[in-house]
């Protein structure tokens, strides 16, 4: 990993900044530590310079010199911390454990001095006391220790937080690398994705941490997407299915139609055949934009609350003729009072599609030849059922008759679009309800399920991103 | 019937022109909505026909336009979309129809001199006549020849509104939509099965059929042979 990138790289830089600071506090605590000890040890040993210098003046103003030189050497044998030195009034050394005056650091005759030992030079703290208005006695205290004990301190502190920054720094640069070479494996695997292989997934390496907690929740992201490409590939099929089968047709007929040598008659034959198969196409089209534009969810225009008893009436009223000559008998039965929230037109045809394919799928069954359209109230929601006599739909192919644009290959065969059941389910859906084929022994049964409306309460709009969708489409 | 055209497809603007000129109407074309606002301030028209996407100026806010300056001239709207919302919007924005694309010429000629019609008589009769069929919007009646005729309620405004538009072509879909309130084409051909339901109940027994089929277009309400 180049210096460059390791400084960009967030994680990098945020554990240096930790390891930086802790090396700075460690430092600060141990300074103090050694501040304070320093001070405490100074005080004590110039409290007991101060009182040794105090009793050894009493000696010599109650005693003389003499006893001042006695007491001194005595103390100086004493093997204590005590440094001594007492002159003469000739300035000649008399007694104490060092032999001149010794060189002063800072102002003369007080404070730190060094002294000469044989095993090499120490420093003590210490008073020059004046006799007779000359320098000479100095009461001190050696300070080695102490020194020594403060410079282990001081070492301690520059060691410790090389150390500390040492292994930060290390630690920084090494966890760094781990998690950049996580997340860069992540984005080499999405990149790859990108690239078009749908089936690629983010590498998970099973410590349950939360990058690779992301790992699994990306990954299933990806599963629900390649699913969706799946489905969006199977639905671009049934459309091509569904277009090029008319247009092949209308192309045939109109091939057949110049091939025709029958003259004008022909031709005139030939192109209203053409015109009958466009108009197919042009249904079939219409139904496919409907699905595809009742999926991306539709505007709130035209949604109203409106009981759907008198809505299936009329929808049964417009079909009662044609089904009584195509030899059905409707039969209605319709429960009052059931308010549904919704669009009067998407369910006037969503019925309408059900009973047209009833008398087309059911039109040979044997007789008595019927159909049977029902409102029921099952609250918390509003059945409307159209069911037949007809051949039916076999179990296996319910789900299937009411996924997107599919139509059953049985259906191919009869005029029409067949696409009646995907657009009922797609209603159903944009009205927040499903759809059930059952078997109406014999016969198909279809049940529309959609939530009953509160009246006094309007339902909730439409969420506000299915809405923003079909403005998008719309635009 | 002065009517004009604002579509900025030549090929479909033409072959409409020319089937409104083979009716009997005069038509002119404008290729955008510009020249086809001038055009409809200036001239007086019987009835506009308006693609709704148009460049440069999209078609309803030529519409509107229109309506601000006062032009009262009905409005067809042609559009590739047809959704419910779609067509209401068109409405709102003041159409008085809406055709949706692809389409028959048979279905928008009928649809425009019904709007042509509307221009001139604006408020509905409260009876029409044909021939010797009475219909009395008041009453709820229907005579023909001196004998009431029993109608369903839905069989009556379907008569009405043939009678409305007498000797003049109504298609299903104009029948769909103006007798049931369907914006939709069901699989079946239910309207055929309503119509013959009515034309035996007016026409059954009657010398002179009134209700005519017109092969390729749609129905048609009038007296003397078809």
Partial sequence: ?475 | MRVLIVEDDREIAHFVQRGLKESGHGAEVAFDGDSGLDLALSGSFDAIIMDRMLPGRDGLSVIQELRRGGVRSPVLILSALGEVDDRVKGLKAGGDDYLTKPFALTELLARVEALGRRLTSEEPATRYAVGDLVLDRLTHKVMRGGETIVLQPREFRLLEYLMRNAGQVVTRTMLLENVWDYHFDPQTNVIDVHISRLRGKIDKGFDKPLLHTVRGAGYMIRDGAG
């Fill in chain 1, 1 to 475: 990993m180049a210096p460059a990138r390791l400084l960009r790289s967030r994680v990098f830089r945020r554990t240096l900044g930790v390891v930086l600071l802790l090396a700075c506090v460690a430092a600060m605590v141990t300074g103090l530590v050694g501040w304070h000890a320093n001070t405490i040890y100074t005080r004590a040993a110039e409290r007991s310079i101060e009182t040794d210098a105090a009793e050894l003046r009493s000696e010599l103003v109650a005693r003389g010199f003499e006893a001042l030189v006695k007491a001194i050497a005595e103390r100086s044998r004493s093997g204590g911390s005590g440094v001594y030195y007492v002159a003469d009034a000739a300035g000649t050394y008399r007694a104490g454990n060092i032999t001149r005056l010794p060189d002063w650091r800072g102002p003369f005759g007080r404070g730190l001095f060094s002294y000469a030992t044989p095993a090499g030079p120490r420093m003590a703290a210490g008073l020059l006391i004046q006799i007779d208005g000359e320098p000479r006695l100095v009461v001190g205290r050696d300070i080695e220790d102490q020194r020594e004990l403060l410079l282990a301190i001081y070492r301690t502190i520059g060691f410790g937080t090389a150390l500390l920054l040492l292994l930060g720094v290390g630690g920084s640069v090494l966890i760094a690398r781990h998690i950049q070479a996580r997340i860069e494996s992540m984005s080499g695997a999405s990149a790859d994705i990108m690239s078009g292989n749908l089936s690629g997934r983010i590498p998970v390496d099973g410590s349950g941490d939360e990058l690779d907690r992301l790992a699994v929740q990306l990954n299933d992201m990806l599963d629900r997407i390649e699913q969706l490409m799946a489905g969006l590939r199977e639905v671009s099929d049934n459309i091509a299915h569904d277009l090029k089968t008319p247009l092949n047709r209308l192309r045939n007929r109109a091939e057949a139609a110049l091939a025709d040598s029958g003259g004008a008659e022909a031709w005139r034959f030939g192109l209203e055949r053409v015109i009958d198969e466009a108009d197919e196409l042009i249904k079939t089209f219409n139904a496919l934009l409907l699905i595809a534009r009742l999926e991306a969810g539709s505007s709130s225009e035209g949604i109203e609350i409106f009981d759907v008893a008198p809505l299936a009436a009329d929808v049964a009223e417009l079909y009662q003729p044609v089904a009584e000559d195509a030899g059905f008998s409707l039969d209605c039965s319709i429960v009052r009072d059931v308010p549904v929230r919704g669009n009067r037109q998407l369910l006037s045809q969503a019925l309408a599609n059900l009973i047209d394919n009833s008398l087309k799928y059911a039109a040979h069954a044997l007789p008595p030849r019927s159909i049977e359209i029902a409102v029921k109230r099952v609250p918390p929601f509003v059945e409307l059922v159209v069911a037949d006599r007809g051949p039916g739909i076999a179990p296996s192919d319910r789900d299937r008759a009411l996924r997107r644009f599919v139509r059953l290959e049985e259906s191919r065969s009869l005029p029409g679009t067949g696409l009646g059941l995907s657009l009922v389910a797609a209603v159903a859906r944009l009205h927040r309800g499903h759809v059930r084929l059952e078997d109406n022994a014999p016969g198909l049964k279809v049940v529309v399920q959609l939530p009953l409306a509160r009246v006094a309460q309007p339902m909730p709009e439409l969420p506000p991103e299915r809405r923003l969708e079909a403005e998008a489409a719309k635009g």
